[in-house]
């Protein structure tokens, strides 16, 4: 069975820069209407994960995050995280290189 969660290769050599900069890093795909398909990546330290939010996988050791709800609409779905141009005001660390991440759905049925 294919991973949960998956990088890729452009969303694995961000998350290495990124890593190098800024230290131990974690993704979270929140289910909030504003948020959408963009999984924030954030600094270990600048986010606890709550009690409804479950651990999905890890991208290249970095774990990946979302909550109960949106793991179960998931159901047999994988999560591959691309790299797209964007200028976003995120929270998300990559947002300021012009750049965010972004969660695409893949059936693995």
Partial sequence: ???P???SSAAAALLGRLRQRHGPLLFHLSSGCCDGTAPLCLRQSDFHPGASDVLLGQLEGVPFYTSRWQAQLLGDASLLIDVVESQSDSFSLEAAEGIRFIAR???TR
């Fill in 105 to 107: 759905t893949v059936e």
């Fill in 5 to 7: 969660v998956a990088a």
């Fill in 1 to 3: 069975m294919p991973a």
